[in-house]
């Protein structure tokens, strides 16, 4: 009886005929496309925020700390390196691209576990040496 069950099933769809029944279904409901436009159209177009003003002083603060206990000329640039990428990664960072990075999330996680080219990862990269 099982097996009767089973020659009467449909096949499964293939991947074209998946994407053409998800495309159908989006340009059967175009409300569906409005609330990602709205979002790129804002992180595009949109304020930034930014946290420069904020932080700046602190990093400041702390490199002129730690500065003191650098020994070496080639740690001495070594440290400097890493002083300029971070204070160009606080002053380019805009706070709501991370509302760009929640529609992306597994693959956000996936870029922390491989060598991303990105500028933390050259931040990354330095701290390591």
């Known amino acids: ?29 175009v409300v569906l496309i409005l609330l990602p436009l709205a979002v790129d159209l804002f992180l595009w177009l949109g ?3 930014s946290v ?4 700046s002083p602190f990093v400041k603060l702390i490199f002129s700390q730690a500065r003191t206990a650098v020994a070496s000329s080639s740690d ?11 204070i160009e990664l606080i002053q380019h960072f805009n706070l709501l691209s991370l509302i760009g990075k929640l529609q992306t999330f597994p693959i956000f996680r ?12 050259l931040v990354r990269r330095m701290l390591c040496k």
Do not use: N, Y
């Open 76 to 86: 001495l640039k070594r440290f400097t390196d890493f002083q300029s990428a971070f």
């Open 1 to 29: 009886m099982d097996a009767h069950k089973l020659e009467s099933l449909p096949p499964p769809p293939g991947v074209i005929g998946s994407l053409r029944a998800g495309f159908d279904t989006v340009s059967s409901h």
């Open 110 to 121: 996936a870029c922390w576990r491989k060598p991303c080219q990105s500028k933390l990862h």
């Open 52 to 55: 420069d003003g904020l932080i």
């Open 47 to 49: 304020p930034r925020l």
